[in-house]
C-alpha cells in the first residue's frame, strides 16, 4: 500500500522538520503533541520557518499555502488512524516513547508502520513493548532534514522483511531520501559519531589547546564541515547531545563516551544552544549567529 497520509508524534525541532519535509514533497501529515498549546506553537514555528524561506527566495507564498494545507492537527493519538505510516519524535526518553507505542497499539490497526526517530535507544526494547513489534522499526533522520538526504533504517530483532521493505520504499521512492540499513547499536552510525566528534572537540577546549571559535574554525574550512562541532553541538542542542552520550555510555561502558563536564555545566545552566539563544555562540531568534 503506498504511503500517503503519515503521522507525526512530537514536533519539537525533530518533528518540525520531519512534518515540513513530508508536506513539501505533497503528502498529508497529521501532527500531534502533547497539550494542544504544544501543537499551536509548533505549528506557528512550521509557519515562521516557511516565511524564512520566502524571504530568502527558496519558496513562495503558493507552496507555503501548499505545504500549510497538508499538515493538520490531530489532538489525540487516536486520529492518526488513517495513516499508512507514524513517525515517532517525542523526546529521547524510553518511558515515553513506549507510553506512545502502546497507545497506538490501542488505535491502530496492525498493519500500519509504527518508525521511531530514536538515535540512541534500543529499537528492540522499543518494539517489545508494543503488542505488534513486527512493524516497529527505527527512522533516523538528521537535522536539518530537508537538507540531509540520508536516513538510518534500524531494524529491531522482530522488525519483519515486509516492513523493512516497505519503508525503504517509502524513503527512497516516497520522499526522495537515501535508506541505510544499520543494525541495532546505540548512536547507530551518525549519532555514534558525530556526538565522539564533538566530546572530543570539548576535551581539546577543556585542555586549552584552542579557542571554541578556532576549532569550528579549524574542522568547518580544514574539512569541508558546514558547521563546526560547537555551533553544531548548538544547532542539535546541548542537553540533546548530552542525552545521547549518557544513552552511550550506559550502553558500551567506554569512557570516551562520558560527556564532558564543561557540556554538562552549560546544560545545567540552561544554555541550550539555538533553543535558548546561547550555547557555545549566541543565536537571534531565527537561529543565526550573532
Known amino acids: 500500500m503506498p504511503v500517503r497520509k503519515v503521522g507525526v508524534v512530537g514536533l519539537g525541532t525533530m518533528g518540525q522538520g520531519i512534518a515540513q519535509m513530508l508536506a513539501f514533497k505533497g503528502l498529508d501529515v497529521f501532527v ?22 520566502i524571504e530568502k527566495w527558496a519558496l513562495t507564498q503558493a507552496e507555503k499555502k501548499l505545504i500549510m494545507n497538508r499538515i493538520h492537527r490531530a489532538d489525540s493519538l487516536a486520529e492518526l488512524n488513517e ?3 507514524v513517525i515517532e519524535t517525542v523526546t529521547e526518553d524510553l518511558t515515553e516513547k513506549i507510553n506512545v507505542l502502546r497507545e497506538l497499539d490501542l488505535h491502530c490497526s496492525p498493519d500500519i508502520i509504527v518508525a521511531s526517530n530514536t538515535s540512541t535507544l534500543s529499537l528492540t526494547e522499543l518494539a517489545g513493548a508494543s503488542k505488534y513489534p513486527e512493524r516497529v522499526i527505527g527512522l533516523h533522520f538528521i537535522h536539518p532534514v530537508s537538507k540531509i538526504d540520508v536516513v538510518e533504517i534500524v531494524r529491531g530483532l522482530k522488525t519483519s522483511e515486509q516492513t523493512f521493505e516497505q519503508t525503504k520504499h517509502f524513503l527512497e521512492e ?7 540499513m544499520v543494525f541495532e547499536s546505540p548512536g547507530f552510525i551518525t549519532t555514534r559519531l558525530i556526538c565522539l566528534h564533538i566530546n572530543e572537540a570539548l576535551h581539546v577546549l577543556e585542555e586549552g589547546v584552542a579557542s571554541a571559535e578556532d576549532i569550528d574554525s579549524a574542522m568547518r574550512i580544514g574539512y569541508s564541515f558546514q558547521h563546526g562541532p560547537f555551533e553544531m553541538c548548538d544547532r542539535f ?6 542525552a545521547a552520550l549518557d544513552n552511550m555510555f550506559r550502553e558500551y561502558g567506554e569512557l570516551k563516551y562520558r560527556p564532558s563536564i564543561v557540556l554538562k555545566k552549560m546544560v545545567r ?9 546561547i550555547g557555545f555562540f549566541k543565536y537571534n531568534k531565527n537561529g543565526e549567529r550573532i
Open 83 to 85: 495513516c499508512e505510516l
Open 174 to 180: 516516497t520522499i526522495n531520501k537515501k535508506g541505510v
Open 269 to 277: 545552566a540552561g544554555h541550550l544552544g539555538v533553543k535558548t539563544g
Open 32 to 53: 500531534t503533541e502533547r497539550t494542544p498549546e504544544k501543537l499551536d506553537y509548533a505549528i506557528s514555528k512550521i509557519d515562521h520557518s516557511l516565511d524564512k524561506k
Open 237 to 242: 542542542g546541548l542537553d540533546a547531545v548530552v
